[in-house]
């Protein structure tokens, strides 16, 4: 491994001699994260494994959100994706693993060496292919993790460099959109970019106090009576759904606002509206991987009700090589659904209070 390790190292290492997942929180059954689970998992990762690119990537066909749908071209082949590469790194640091040590040290190295080289010196934007601001959050909540792990000089400047860029990208109602420039926002770039914020945070990386307050200022400002979050701000057309109600409650949270009444009528409707999350939604597993936080955190009979069903409809829809599918891709549907069901193993503390 490059750098000095540090004690959280040491800690996921020595977890790591213990056979299964070890669980720090009190608060989550042993019971949830089940052998079959574990195999669900196992099964997963093997897959993930053995697509990943030589160069530490993962490709994906690059496409776009478009309303309720998501918009690919059919023509394009499948390109190196370095959001999905990040979603697949979290999920084997989700496993316990950590660069260059355990059963998949090595791929998640070489997937953080990727990530590395499209980080843009000039103004900290990762991004290959296209690929937007919400990526960039995603590859920058990624580093944050690995820094907190390894303390890696180079893991460090390129994360100070996505912080600035995120920093600088966010616009006058506190939120952040799809390009890094500062002109309007909508919640699901928000929360992403506000994990990735508190991610950095978390590992000792400078964010000004006024931007994250500004930020929650717009989440709120989604909120809608009914316990719902909407799309954007004061938009007159604008829409709520489950993932966007999962997104407000998880951006709320990555702010410290655990106790927000907000926060309370969120996961009441996101409890009443669990069953309008359809399988064959491209939003499914980005849904649920804001839902599995936002109820994880909530904790107590909420999560165990809410994991042992998802866990369950995760189960039944995998492939018998181990693979997920949605529209937005194959690589990018088994890294969220391994994400999502490891979250009961604790070892992400991006996920935690």
């Known amino acids: 491994m490059k750098g000095t390790a540090v004690l959280s190292v040491a800690i996921l290492v ?97 997937a953080l060496d990727f990530v590395l080289a499209n980080a843009r010196d000039s103004d900290g934007y990762i991004t290959k292919n296209g690929t937007r601001m919400y990526e960039h959050a995603f590859c920058t909540m990624f580093l944050a993790e690995i820094y907190g792990m390894s303390r890696r000089m180079d893991v460090g400047e390129k994360l100070r460099g996505a912080v600035r860029c995120i920093l600088n990208a966010q616009n006058n109602e506190g939120g952040w959109r799809y390009q890094p420039t500062p002109v309007d926002a909508d919640i699901s770039v928000t929360v992403s970019t506000l994990q990735a914020l508190r991610a950095a945070r978390n590992v000792g990386i400078s964010v000004p106090r006024s931007s994250i307050d500004s930020a929650v200022r717009y989440i709120k400002g989604c909120a809608n009576d009914d316990g719902s979050f909407s799309y954007q701000i004061n938009r007159g057309m604008t829409r709520s759904t489950f993932p966007l109600t999962a997104c407000g409650i998880v951006a709320l949270h990555s702010a410290g606002e655990y106790t927000d009444r907000q926060v309370d009528r969120g996961i009441r409707w996101l409890q009443r509206n669990r069953a309008s999350m359809e399988a064959q939604e491209y939003h499914f597993m980005y849904g649920h991987y804001y839902a599995v936080q936002a109820f994880y955190v909530a904790g107590g009979r909420a999560f165990e009700d809410y994991y042992s069903d998802i866990s369950r409809r995760l189960m039944s829809r995998q492939e018998a090589d181990g693979h997920w599918v949605d529209d937005v891709g194959q690589t990018y549907a088994t890294a969220m659904a391994c994400v999502i069901l490891q979250v009961p193993c604790h070892y992400l503390p991006i996920f935690q209070k």
């Open 14 to 110: 020595a977890a790591m001699a213990v056979p299964g997942p070890t669980r720090a929180d009190d608060n989550v059954p042993d019971t949830l994260f089940t052998p079959e689970v574990q195999r669900s998992v196992d099964r997963g990762l093997e897959w993930l494994a053995s697509r990943q690119n030589e160069n530490g990537s993962w490709s994906c066909v690059v496409g776009y959100k478009l309303n309720e749908g998501y918009e690919t071209n059919t023509e394009r082949a499948a390109a190196e994706h370095v959001c999905v590469t990040a979603l697949a790194g979290m999920a084997f640091l989700a496993h316990g693993d950590v660069p260059g040590q355990g059963r998949y040290g090595q791929v998640i190295e070489k």
